[in-house]
């Protein structure tokens, strides 16, 4: 059975950080592209993030560029997000993906498996 939890969410401040992981088990990690995406309310959810199967290449959305670095850690499982500059309107809940491929992309289209979420409140 294929879970991934995220951890790291909470409130805070506009300049503020935080950094999010994901932990994954049920397959075999260094194969997948995985991404983080959000979902604001009222919003639908959107691709931010994404890494290639072997951390060598990354994408961002150009509402989070030079703001936010994704990594990941193919020997424990885990893809990190790191996020700085926070601003009131990144607050949403953000959820960490694992794609059927190696290659990534910011369409949920190319995801297959997906966390429960961690919620984001930046508040200014």
């Known amino acids: 059975q294929v879970q991934l939890v995220e951890s790291g969410g909470g409130s805070v401040q506009a300049g503020g950080s935080l950094r999010l992981s994901c932990v994954v088990s049920?397959?075999?990690?260094?194969?997948?592209?995985m991404g983080w995406f959000r979902q604001a309310p009222g919003k639908e959810r959107e691709g931010i993030s994404c890494i290639i199967s072997s951390g060598g290449r990354t994408y961002y959305d150009d509402s989070v560029k030079g703001r936010f670095t994704i990594s990941r850690d193919n020997a424990k499982n885990i893809v990190y997000l790191q996020m700085n500059s926070l601003k009131s309107e990144d607050t949403a809940m953000y959820y960490c993906?694992?794609?059927?491929?190696?290659?990534?992309?910011?369409?949920?289209?190319?995801?297959?498996?997906w966390g429960q979420g961690t919620q984001v409140t930046v508040s200014s």
């Open positions: 049920g397959l075999n990690f260094d194969d997948h592209a």
């Open positions: 993906a694992a794609a059927w491929r190696s290659w990534c992309s910011l369409l949920e289209i190319d995801y297959e498996n």
